[in-house]
């Protein structure tokens, strides 16, 4: 990660005349700091959001001319109504925030492997078919072993596991002996996992008895996730593997050499290789671990919800939601925990705001583009907001060309 | 930024260079010789003796009726298994480096060829259909590559081109619906073109890495076109009907077997990709345009240094390479579906990076690589129509199982531009 210099950091304003921002937040702190760019990125993009709910209301749209006060104060209500679902469906009970971390546990699985990925330079865009393999093979292991759950929960996670990283080592392997970049390969093969599941659900062995469509039959209770508050909300034990999993990777790449070397050939590969470091293995084995947390991720969505079933949508959008997760997180561990969450709160309540409110929860995916647009570009929130907030890290730089 | 400026170290990669020529030669060698024991095996075993085969080379529409070659499946098979052992054969003694690709070319060709006379054994099969779909799949292949390769000829990645194509889709669905045609295209065209200056902004602007950038793109594009279309195009679907886009049938031309139905008898979208092909490649290699965007991806510095203003070469290239794209979305939506789903693309803006790769960067390349890759779709189209019992979810991998190969170098190593994803910070 070679660190950018933007453009716009020479041009903000000296450090002697704080603006009105500043002191209004009393940054100044380190934790104000970091915390202060992602939140006016949230807000920022709640904002933008409110407009885009505002400006597609074709029935306020109509009267603007004729009547605007009530068309705007359609609109307004509107956006108000959504926003209001939003809130209320991520943290307005203890169900929202059930549902809230039950929304982040494949989110942090899948993102914390993205986040590995850039670690060592890579751009893993792949982690939907990770997903897809690791749940192929969790759901396996779930049907045709008979244990008790102590033990069979751990090796359906363990296919989960293995799955993903034979998908996302693959993509990593060819990397490493052909040059073959992995944004475009990674992409290739979420399409071929997707045919391979639409075909695959449909063979006797794992299809659902009784149907004709690829749905694999239902997970034995002993391979079903323990729920964590009691059967009536849905989040369950996953959350906390999903956390463990947050410090297992905090572990592996800063405390473990394998961690180091990541870290060194993904700032810069050529002195990885003059340090000694076996390149290939280092690329291929990074991706192999992006894609077993992914493959993780893609077992805890049989084995963690209703109706413990595979099919080819167990994904759902998370492995491309795990991207925006691991660049608003900045690739570090704890910052994608939080940055999972609040994807997940996004999730849980764009669901209550398009029940509850009529707005489709497609906006959610708007509003975590814009949200990293805003992390990613510090110097345009400074621009809006006339603060200087903290650039923090800057976010990875993965750009090297398609060449090896 | 480090920017490695890597002059006199090109010269002991020649040697190297030398022996993986050879060492694919020989790897290509093995893959014919295998193609031939499949096409042995299964493509002439696997039928009677006496079946025939029969390709179609005229549509319903044709003026000339009726045309059709009828051969002997084993017989067919047979022979091209025997042709493409040969190829392999002169692979393994490693002469003539130059021609692998051709070799693996021809071979390939023999190979889908062998497959066609199995799956079409004892029954007929629409040649000049397939070739016809296949020329229309291409366009949006091509159009991508050639969004891809505008932008990056001026050291600029985009990966944002799936973005673009879902957004000038949308966009011209819903004016063409409303507006007619032509306010369609303009439309897709601007919107693909606000696109590339929203990647441009944050790449050249705020130094936001090319790729993230490109993807965020494709992310707010998802979202956007799926909020849009589930909010208004559900309630007013008559904003999802576009104005049908008749084929212009070119006179003469047309008449001819075969080449008439899949050259000249298309939308306009089709003949303009062509022209685009060739604009480009004028104007890349032979206008002071191209000469200065292609310094500019090569060597910002020295471009630079030489009174080139290279952000501005940068964001023309970029926002110009949007038009392209919001083109392809317009062709897709209007031209090839004729409404818009939710995100129904479905990864073809990446297949048209691959094409980028695989065309080496060149106009012409990409529109090559465009065909191929639509063929490969139109043959998983047209085989699972054919029911051979391959299930035809792995005859649909096809297009994204060659984009693979085409990345992972079979083909040959392509050399991008030099400064290809670098920003370039002016001192």
Same mark, same amino acid.
């Given at each position: 990660?070679?660190?950018?210099?933007?453009?716009?950091?020479?041009?903000?304003?000296?450090?002697?005349?704080?603006?009105?921002?500043?002191?209004?937040?009393?940054?100044?702190?380190? *934790?104000?700091?970091?915390?202060?760019?992602?939140?006016?990125?949230?807000?920022?993009?709640?904002?933008?959001?409110?407009?885009?709910?505002?400006?597609?209301?074709?029935?306020?749209?109509?009267?603007?001319?004729?009547?605007?006060?009530?068309?705007?104060?359609?609109?307004?209500?509107?956006?108000?109504?959504?926003?209001?679902?939003?809130?209320?469906?991520?943290?307005?009970?203890?169900?929202?925030?059930?549902?809230?971390?039950?929304?982040?546990?494949?989110?942090?699985?899948?993102?914390?492997?993205?986040?590995?990925?850039?670690?060592?330079?890579?751009?893993?865009?792949?982690?939907?078919?990770?997903?897809?393999?690791?749940?192929?093979?969790?759901?396996?292991?779930? %049907?045709?072993?008979?244990?008790?759950?102590?033990?069979?929960?751990?090796?359906?996670?363990?296919?989960?596991?293995?799955?993903?990283?034979?998908?996302?080592?693959?993509?990593?392997?060819?990397?490493?002996?052909?040059?073959?970049?992995?944004?475009?390969?990674?992409?290739?093969?979420?399409?071929?996992?997707?045919?391979?599941?639409?075909?695959?659900?449909?063979?006797?062995?794992?299809?659902?008895?009784?149907?004709?469509?690829?749905?694999?039959?239902?997970?034995?209770?002993?391979?079903?996730?323990?729920?964590?508050?009691?059967?009536?909300?849905?989040?369950?034990?996953? @959350?906390?593997?999903?956390?463990?999993?947050?410090?297992?990777?905090?572990?592996?790449?800063?405390?473990?050499?394998?961690?180091?070397?990541?870290?060194?050939?993904?700032?810069?590969?050529?002195?990885?290789?003059?340090?000694?470091?076996?390149?290939?293995?280092?690329?291929?084995?990074?991706?192999?671990?992006?894609?077993?947390?992914?493959?993780?991720?893609?077992?805890?969505?049989?084995?963690?919800?209703?109706?413990?079933?595979?099919?080819?949508?167990?994904?759902?959008?998370?492995?491309?939601?795990?991207?925006?997760?691991?660049?608003?997180?900045?690739?570090?561990?704890?910052?994608?925990?939080?940055?999972?969450?609040?994807?997940?709160?996004?999730?849980?309540?764009? #669901?209550?705001?398009?029940?509850?409110?009529? *707005?489709?929860?497609?906006?959610?995916?708007?509003?975590?583009? %814009?949200?990293?647009?805003?992390?990613?570009?510090?110097?345009?929130?400074?621009?809006?907001?006339?603060?200087?907030?903290?650039?923090?890290?800057?976010?990875?730089?993965?750009?090297?060309?398609?060449?090896? | +930024?480090?920017?490695?400026?890597?002059?006199?170290?090109?010269?002991?990669?020649?040697?190297?260079?030398?022996?993986?020529?050879?060492?694919?030669?020989?790897?290509?060698?093995?893959?014919?010789?295998?193609?031939?024991?499949?096409?042995?095996?299964?493509?002439?075993?696997?039928?009677?003796?006496?079946?025939? &085969?029969?390709?179609?080379?005229?549509?319903?529409?044709?003026?000339?009726?009726?045309?059709?070659?009828?051969?002997?499946?084993?017989?067919?098979?047979?022979?091209?298994?025997?042709?493409?052992?040969?190829?392999?054969?002169?692979?393994?003694?490693?002469?003539?480096?130059?021609?692998?690709?051709?070799?693996?070319?021809?071979?390939?060709?023999?190979?889908?060829?062998?497959? %066609?006379?199995?799956?079409?054994?004892?029954?007929?099969?629409?040649?000049?259909?397939?070739?016809? &779909?296949?020329?229309?799949?291409?366009?949006?292949?091509?159009?991508?590559?050639?969004?891809?390769?505008?932008?990056?000829?001026?050291?600029?990645?985009?990966?944002?081109?799936?973005?673009?194509?879902?957004?000038?889709?949308?966009?011209?669905?819903?004016?063409?619906?409303?507006?007619?045609?032509?306010?369609?295209?303009?439309?897709?065209?601007?919107?693909?073109?606000?696109?590339?200056?929203?990647?441009?902004?944050?790449?050249?602007? @705020?130094?936001?890495?090319?790729?993230?950038?490109?993807?965020?793109?494709?992310?707010?594009?998802?979202?956007?076109?799926?909020? %849009?279309?589930?909010?208004?195009?559900?309630?007013?679907?008559?904003?999802?009907?576009?104005?049908?886009?008749?084929?212009?049938?070119?006179?003469?031309?047309?008449?001819?077997?075969?080449?008439?139905? +899949?050259?000249?008898?298309?939308?306009?979208?089709?003949?303009?990709?062509?022209?685009?092909? *060739?604009?480009?490649?004028?104007? @890349?290699?032979?206008?002071?345009?191209?000469?200065?965007?292609? &310094?500019?991806?090569?060597?910002?510095?020295?471009?630079?240094?030489?009174?080139?203003?290279?952000?501005?070469?940068?964001?023309?290239?970029?926002?110009?390479?949007?038009?392209?794209?919001?083109?392809?979305?317009?062709?897709?939506?209007?031209?090839?579906?004729?409404?818009?789903?939710?995100?129904?693309?479905?990864?073809?803006?990446?297949?048209?990076?691959?094409?980028?790769?695989?065309?080496?960067?060149?106009?012409?390349?990409?529109?090559?690589?465009?065909?191929?890759?639509?063929?490969?779709?139109?043959?998983?189209?047209? *085989?699972?129509?054919?029911?051979?019992?391959?299930?035809?979810?792995?005859?649909?991998?096809?297009?994204?199982?060659?984009?693979?190969?085409?990345?992972?170098?079979?083909?040959?190593?392509? #050399?991008?531009?030099?400064?290809?994803?670098?920003?370039?910070?002016?001192?």
């Amino acid at each position: 990660m070679s660190e950018v210099k933007t453009p716009m950091a020479s041009k903000s304003p000296p450090p002697e005349r704080p603006s009105w921002m500043d002191r209004v937040t009393g940054v100044g702190t380190s *934790v104000g700091r970091s915390l202060l760019l992602p939140t006016l990125a949230l807000i920022t993009a709640l904002i933008i959001g409110g407009f885009i709910i505002a400006l597609s209301d074709i029935d306020s749209l109509k009267l603007l001319f004729s009547e605007p006060a009530t068309a705007i104060s359609q609109m307004w209500n509107e956006v108000l109504a959504a926003y209001k679902a939003l809130f209320q469906g991520s943290v307005g009970s203890i169900n929202a925030i059930s549902e809230t971390l039950f929304a982040a546990t494949p989110l942090l699985l899948a993102g914390l492997g993205i986040a590995v990925g850039f670690r060592a330079g890579l751009f893993n865009i792949g982690a939907q078919g990770q997903m897809l393999i690791g749940g192929l093979i969790a759901t396996y292991v779930g %049907l045709y072993l008979n244990l008790p759950a102590i033990l069979h929960i751990p090796l359906t996670l363990a296919g989960g596991l293995a799955g993903g990283m034979l998908w996302g080592g693959f993509a990593g392997l060819l990397k490493a002996k052909t040059g073959a970049h992995e944004v475009i390969t990674t992409i290739m093969l979420n399409f071929i996992a997707l045919f391979f599941m639409q075909w695959v659900l449909t063979t006797s062995g794992i299809q659902d008895p009784g149907r004709n469509n690829p749905v694999s039959a239902a997970l034995p209770e002993s391979a079903q996730l323990p729920k964590l508050f009691g059967s009536q909300y849905r989040v369950t034990i996953g @959350f906390l593997i999903a956390i463990a999993a947050v410090f297992v990777v905090q572990w592996l790449l800063y405390r473990s050499s394998i961690g180091f070397e990541f870290r060194a050939v993904g700032s810069n590969p050529e002195a990885g290789r003059y340090a000694g470091m076996n390149v290939a293995v280092v690329v291929t084995l990074a991706m192999a671990i992006a894609g077993g947390l992914a493959g993780i991720a893609g077992a805890n969505q049989v084995m963690g919800l209703e109706p413990y079933k595979a099919t080819p949508s167990l994904a759902g959008f998370v492995g491309f939601d795990a991207i925006t997760v691991a660049l608003l997180g900045r690739s570090n561990p704890i910052g994608v925990m939080w940055a999972a969450i609040l994807f997940g709160a996004l999730s849980a309540g764009g #669901r209550e705001m398009q029940g509850a409110a009529q *707005v489709p929860i497609d906006l959610v995916v708007v509003l975590q583009a %814009l949200i990293v647009i805003f992390v990613a570009a510090p110097g345009l929130i400074r621009a809006i907001w006339r603060v200087k907030a903290d650039d923090g890290e800057t976010v990875t730089q993965v750009s090297t060309g398609w060449g090896s | +930024m480090t920017t490695a400026v890597d002059l006199g170290v090109e010269a002991p990669e020649v040697v190297e260079r030398t022996s993986t020529e050879e060492r694919r030669a020989t790897i290509i060698g093995i893959i014919l010789m295998v193609l031939a024991a499949v096409v042995l095996g299964v493509f002439a075993f696997g039928v009677p003796p006496d079946a025939t &085969s029969t390709f179609n080379l005229s549509l319903p529409t044709d003026a000339i009726q009726n045309l059709s070659v009828s051969f002997n499946s084993r017989l067919f098979s047979g022979v091209a298994a025997v042709l493409i052992f040969v190829l392999g054969v002169d692979r393994l003694r490693r002469r003539n480096l130059r021609w692998t690709n051709a070799a693996l070319g021809i071979g390939l060709l023999l190979f889908v060829l062998a497959f %066609l006379a199995w799956a079409a054994a004892d029954s007929s099969f629409s040649l000049v259909g397939m070739l016809r &779909s296949t020329v229309i799949s291409s366009v949006v292949i091509t159009l991508g590559a050639l969004t891809g390769l505008t932008c990056e000829r001026a050291g600029v990645i985009n990966i944002g081109i799936e973005g673009q194509l879902l957004s000038g889709a949308f966009v011209a669905v819903v004016l063409s619906s409303a507006f007619g045609t032509l306010a369609g295209v303009a439309g897709g065209l601007i919107v693909g073109a606000l696109l590339g200056a929203l990647l441009a902004w944050l790449a050249i602007r @705020f130094s936001v890495d090319q790729i993230i950038a490109g993807v965020v793109i494709n992310i707010l594009a998802v979202g956007l076109t799926s909020f %849009l279309a589930s909010r208004i195009l559900s309630e007013a679907q008559n904003l999802n009907a576009p104005a049908r886009v008749p084929s212009i049938r070119i006179p003469i031309l047309a008449d001819i077997p075969v080449i008439g139905p +899949m050259f000249f008898d298309h939308t306009f979208f089709v003949y303009v990709t062509f022209l685009l092909v *060739v604009a480009l490649h004028f104007g @890349f290699f032979r206008t002071r345009w191209g000469l200065r965007a292609r &310094s500019v991806g090569e060597h910002p510095k020295a471009a630079d240094t030489l009174g080139i203003d290279v952000l501005k070469v940068r964001y023309r290239n970029v926002i110009g390479a949007g038009l392209i794209a919001g083109f392809g979305g317009a062709f897709l939506a209007l031209a090839q579906i004729s409404r818009f789903e939710e995100n129904m693309t479905g990864g073809i803006g990446f297949i048209g990076l691959a094409a980028m790769i695989f065309g080496r960067w060149m106009p012409f390349g990409a529109l090559a690589a465009g065909l191929i890759f639509g063929f490969s779709g139109a043959l998983a189209q047209k *085989v699972a129509i054919l029911g051979t019992g391959i299930p035809s979810e792995f005859m649909l991998m096809l297009p994204y199982v060659a984009t693979i190969i085409v990345v992972a170098g079979l083909v040959g190593r392509s #050399r991008p531009p030099a400064a290809d994803g670098q920003p370039y910070i002016k001192q």
